[in-house]
């Protein structure tokens, strides 16, 4: 398969040259020595030559650099795919380890990759920062706003956050980011698992025997099933032996005979408003604050009683902010699976973060290990400015991503058309 081949002079010769250099290695060695460039280039056309007598594949931090100087020629296309990205239900998170992987002449001068993902776990912006501060995201948040209103879209409805949601007096962190969205009707709304991943402060560890209980309490307190979605799971599972099942009650149905991950896709989740909430919370902790806290050696689950309140009286804060908001859709039917010859809903939960941070979690392993400083050369200017060629891993990665992701969408739109 030949090179692609662009309109633009400088990167046509980039392109033929990596083309050219890699010719008469791996296909024609009996060629005559090609013309040298210059640069990077001319170093590894003298390689080339000697390869001729012994046969052997080009480096991997070679093949790495020619890959991506190939790419330089796409960042357009990814940047144009990202652009057109956009989305009702938002979320915000931040990470380091994505940084951590780049080097080169961008190494130490970005520490953060903070992104926004949509509902459909696509990627709608990301940017590089020095520090997790206004300041530095507030670029990128006017960007965006700036963005949907262009392409006339409608402002999101809910946009999740790990941090920056309630503040005693005045505008908090992130209403001062998206005040315009916020003044035309979009919420902020906390992550739940974030607001119960809080309270392992006030735990003494992990380990203990009563941390399960405590945090299955909490997911409890804050979260209720869909009666009608149990009961539609409960008439599948029983389907496959009424008989035998005739003498068991829905409660140990659920128990026995249903998994986690069932009860995570076919029954959808609400939240319980925040007086619910409050008792639910407050009895567990007084409670475990007992000995029904303790674990066999009599070591309570808790660091301190004064440890626990001091955590749940913060906490108490963000009770109303992490409700779900009346009237919106917080799940999507992404198919319709059969359990013993019922159907049943296979849900796709919109709230919260975890689609993002699962995200952020891949993408370390999308980024080679080293990025390619060499890029800075001046024989190679389709590599672009010093900023371009630092995000370019990233915005190869998040393109990518979204495509796949869209991909995946045609195919389960597709899948319903041929099912109706
Ligand atoms: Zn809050």
Same mark, same amino acid.
């Given at each position: 398969?030949?090179?692609?081949?662009?309109?633009?002079?400088?990167?046509?010769?980039?392109?033929?040259?990596?083309?050219?250099?890699?010719?008469?290695?791996?296909?024609?060695?009996?060629?005559?020595?090609?013309?040298s460039?210059?640069?990077?280039?001319?170093?590894?056309?003298?390689?080339?030559?000697?390869?001729?007598?012994?046969?052997?594949?080009?480096?991997?931090?070679?093949?790495?650099?020619?890959?991506?100087?190939?790419? $330089?020629?796409?960042?357009?296309?990814?940047?144009?795919?990202?652009? /057109?990205t956009?989305?009702?239900?938002?979320?915000?998170? /931040?990470?380091?380890?994505?940084?951590?992987?780049?080097?080169?002449?961008?190494?130490?001068?970005?520490?953060?990759?903070?992104?926004?993902?949509?509902?459909?776990? &696509?990627? @709608?912006?990301?940017?590089?920062?020095?520090e +997790?501060?206004?300041?530095?995201?507030?670029?990128?948040?006017?960007?965006?706003? +700036?963005?949907?209103?262009?392409?006339?879209?409608? !402002?999101?409805?809910?946009?999740?956050?790990?941090?920056?949601c309630?503040?005693?007096?005045?505008?908090?962190?992130?209403?001062?980011?998206?005040?315009?969205?916020?003044?035309?009707?979009?919420? @902020?709304?906390?992550?739940?698992?974030?607001?119960?991943?809080?309270?392992? $402060?006030? @735990?003494?560890?992990?380990?203990?025997?009563?941390?399960?209980?405590?945090?299955?309490?909490?997911?409890?307190a804050?979260?209720?099933?869909?009666?009608? #979605?149990?009961? *539609?799971? %409960?008439?599948? !599972?029983?389907?496959?032996?009424?008989?035998?099942?005739?003498?068991?009650?829905? +409660?140990?149905?659920?128990?026995?005979?249903? /998994?986690?991950? &069932?009860?995570?896709?076919?029954?959808r989740?609400?939240?319980?408003?925040?007086? !619910?909430?409050?008792?639910?919370? #407050?009895?567990?902790?007084?409670?475990?604050?007992?000995?029904?806290? *303790?674990?066999?050696?009599?070591? /309570?689950?808790?660091?301190?009683?004064a440890? %626990?309140?001091?955590?749940?009286?913060?906490?108490?804060?963000?009770?109303e902010?992490?409700? #779900?908001?009346?009237?919106?859709?917080?799940?999507?039917?992404?198919?319709?699976?059969?359990?013993?010859?019922?159907?049943?809903?296979?849900?796709?939960?919109? =709230?919260?973060?975890?689609?993002?941070?699962?995200?952020?979690?891949?993408?370390?392993?999308?980024?080679?290990e080293?990025?390619?400083?060499?890029?800075?050369?001046?024989?190679t200017?389709?590599?672009?400015?010093?900023?371009?060629?630092?995000?370019?891993?990233?915005?190869?990665?998040?393109?990518?991503?979204?495509?796949?992701?869209? =991909?995946?969408?045609?195919?389960?739109?597709s899948f319903?058309?041929?099912?109706?």
């Open positions: 398969m030949g090179p692609s081949f662009s309109t633009d002079s400088s990167q046509v010769s980039t392109k033929l040259t990596i083309w050219e250099s890699s010719l008469p290695m791996l296909v024609n060695h009996s060629a005559e020595p090609l013309p460039p210059d640069g990077f280039f001319t170093t590894y056309n003298k390689e080339a030559t000697h390869f001729r007598l012994h046969l052997q594949l080009p480096s991997a931090r070679l093949l790495r650099h020619a890959f991506l100087l190939a790419e $330089a020629n796409n960042v357009r296309d990814n940047r144009g795919q990202i652009l /057109s956009f989305g009702t239900v938002l979320k915000m998170d /931040s990470t380091k380890k994505v940084v951590k992987k780049l080097s080169g002449e961008g190494h130490c001068s970005a520490e953060w990759l903070t992104s926004i993902g949509n509902e459909y776990s &696509q990627i @709608v912006t990301f940017v590089l920062t020095c +997790e501060s206004t300041e530095k995201l507030e670029p990128m948040c006017r960007g965006v706003m +700036e963005r949907f209103r262009l392409a006339n879209q409608p !402002v999101p409805s809910i946009l999740y956050v790990d941090r920056g309630c503040r005693a007096q005045g505008p908090t962190a992130v209403e001062t980011l998206f005040w315009s969205w916020v003044d035309s009707g979009t919420v @902020v709304r906390l992550d739940i698992f974030h607001w119960i991943h809080r309270f392992d $402060a006030a @735990v003494r560890t992990e380990s203990h025997s009563k941390y399960a209980v405590f945090k299955s309490a909490l997911a409890g804050v979260l209720a099933y869909n009666r009608a #979605d149990l009961e *539609l799971l %409960i008439k599948a !599972v029983r389907a496959k032996d009424p008989t035998a099942l005739n003498a068991v009650t829905d +409660e140990d149905v659920v128990r026995l005979f249903i /998994s986690r991950e &069932q009860l995570k896709r076919h029954v989740r609400v939240t319980q408003g925040a007086q !619910v909430m409050f008792r639910l919370t #407050d009895l567990a902790i007084e409670e475990l604050k007992g000995p029904a806290g *303790l674990d066999k050696s009599g070591v /309570s689950l808790f660091k301190t009683p440890a %626990i309140d001091e955590m749940w009286a913060a906490q108490q804060r963000h009770l902010c992490i409700q #779900d908001p009346p009237d919106i859709n917080m799940y999507r039917v992404a198919r319709t699976t059969t359990i013993n010859k019922v159907h049943v809903p296979y849900y796709k939960c919109l =709230r919260g973060n975890n689609s993002l941070e699962g995200f952020h979690k891949a993408l370390p392993n999308m980024i080679p080293s990025t390619p400083h060499r890029l800075s050369t001046a024989s200017p389709a590599a672009g400015s010093c900023s371009e060629r630092l995000l370019m891993s990233p915005l190869m990665s998040c393109s990518g991503w979204n495509t796949c992701l869209a =991909r995946v969408q045609e195919n389960r739109a319903l058309l041929r099912t109706l």
